[in-house]
């Protein structure tokens, strides 16, 4: 396959297509360390972040990672650039993709990363929007792949039906993994994202369910999957939190699940809250690789995007 166009990454299906490929290709570039000092697809290539939101994991992975690459990572805080009252994110889009050879971006609104690749002529990659966090999949389903058949087990979702549901929700029904989600009543994913997610499942022979008893999620579990239930943006959320009541995954919780169940967080926790110490500390928890996992996706997800002839090439030697 050659990109004539450029793709953008604004939600995990934008990858359906090759999405296994590219996730084969991480975990073999991950273990592959021979490669990782003379392949060198983004030299000469600048790559733009643009942050609206905090970030630990995605900001620096994405820089780390570009760097390996020999790409020039740039990281733009919203309070340092025009966007928003002073410039219009069209605007803003056009003049970036005169000097960068990709784009990321961190935002509030999901309509506003679309925006931005719409008027992009380079690729946009979406680095978590209130509606979907695609990079934070790909560093999921590379850490189940790398631990799981999906005959081991579902995946169990317990909080909010948020950002981090959906793309997990849509990369499991493309690499055809279970996933039961237990989720508040009235705090369940998107149904449109649900939708797609529903049909990827059903052509890929995989079930997606919901449920508002985190018990019924957990049963027999091979992955079981929490993050924060106040989002980024929410705090005004009054009385939010306590929809979670019976939410937390602890230990007594986790026993429902299968012995060697792996536990994943896409981080930051708030330990106590989402999850305790015991879980979050014990053999079970996976979430430092998955952390660690952040960056060798976006390895593989950038190649893929800004030079598709060497993610090619070096997915013809695998
Ligand atoms: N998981 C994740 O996206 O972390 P950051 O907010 O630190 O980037
Ligand atoms: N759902 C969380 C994920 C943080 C990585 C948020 O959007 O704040």
Not at 60 to 68: L, R
Not at 183 to 199: F, H, I, K, N, Q
Request: with cysteine.
């Amino acid at each position: 396959m050659r990109l004539d166009e450029k793709r953008d990454l604004l939600s995990i299906d934008d990858l359906e297509d090759s999405f296994s490929d590219i996730m084969e290709w991480a975990l073999t570039f991950k273990s592959d360390t021979n490669s990782h000092l003379d392949f060198q697809p983004l030299a000469g290539m600048a790559i733009g972040s643009i942050y609206e939101k905090p970030s630990t994991r995605t900001r620096v992975s994405f820089e780390v990672g570009i760097s390996k690459l020999g790409g020039q990572p740039l990281t733009l805080s919203k309070n340092d650039i025009q966007l928003g009252s002073s410039e219009s994110v069209s605007d803003t889009a056009a003049v970036l993709s005169r000097y960068l050879d990709c784009i990321t971006y961190r935002c509030f609104g999901h309509d506003t990363v679309m925006e931005l690749a719409e008027h992009a002529t380079v690729p946009v990659i979406n680095a978590l929007s209130d509606l979907h966090h695609p990079c934070q999949a790909a560093a999921d389903l590379m850490t189940i792949i790398s631990r799981r058949k999906p005959s081991q087990g579902h995946i169990a979702w317990v909080g909010d039906g948020n950002n981090v549901l959906h793309d997990l929700m849509l990369a499991a029904a493309m690499t055809g993994y279970d996933l039961v989600y237990a989720t508040p009543d009235g705090m369940g994913p998107d149904s449109l994202v649900l939708e797609r997610a529903l049909s990827l499942s059903k052509k890929n022979g995989s079930s997606i369910t919901g449920t508002s008893d985190p018990k019924i999620a957990v049963k027999d579990a091979g992955v079981i999957y929490t993050d924060v239930f106040i989002s980024m943006g929410e705090e005004h959320i009054e009385g939010k939190s306590k929809l979670f009541d019976g939410f937390q995954v602890n230990d007594e919780l986790a026993a429902l699940a299968r012995p060697d169940y792996i536990f994943m967080h896409c981080l930051p926790a708030h330990r106590g809250d989402e999850v305790t110490d015991s879980v979050i500390d014990s053999e079970n928890s996976v979430v430092f690789d998955q952390a660690e996992n952040r960056m060798w996706a976006q390895i593989s997800i950038l190649t893929f995007l800004c030079n598709h002839q060497a993610w090619q090439t070096y997915r013809d030697l695998i």
